[in-house]
Nanobody
Framework: QVQLVESGGGLVQPGGSLRRACATG????????MGWYRQAPGKEREVVAL???????NYADSVKGRFAISRDNAKNTVYLQMNDLKPEDTAVYYC????????????WGQGTQVTVSS
């Protein structure tokens, strides 16, 4: 069983920064691909950033150059550093995980609201 526990998030002004963390409680983070998704009101959930078990990253075009995903396998934690935040980044952000042998991300964190507003 993979449990994902998120922390960070909240309210920030445009241009500000936030750092999200997601700990894989109950199991090692190694051997799993990890990612961050978000869902804004009235919109479908979309991928924000992904990181493979080997550290390869991929980003949505809308966050390239502003967000950075990283992982610390020793701490079983994945991070999302969000810089130069914009109002359109406002959404509920979810951490997700999958075993490298899986196609779909089947494990999800509880989700945390990130609001970018002045």
């Amino acid at each position: 069983q993979v449990q994902l526990v998120e922390s960070g998030g909240g309210l920030v002004q445009p241009g500000g920064s936030l750092r999200r963390a997601c700990a894989t409680g109950g199991s090692s983070g190694s051997g799993k691909d990890m990612g961050w998704y978000r869902q804004a009101p009235g919109k479908e959930r979309e991928v924000v950033a992904l990181i493979t078990s080997g550290g390869r990253t991929n980003y949505a075009d809308s966050v390239k150059g502003r967000f950075a995903i990283s992982r610390d396998n020793a701490k079983n934690t994945v991070y999302l550093q969000m810089n130069d935040l914009k109002p359109e980044d406002t959404a509920v952000y979810y951490c997700a995980a999958r075993y490298t042998s899986s196609v779909a991300y089947g494990y999800w964190g509880q989700g945390t609201q990130v609001t970018v507003s002045s």
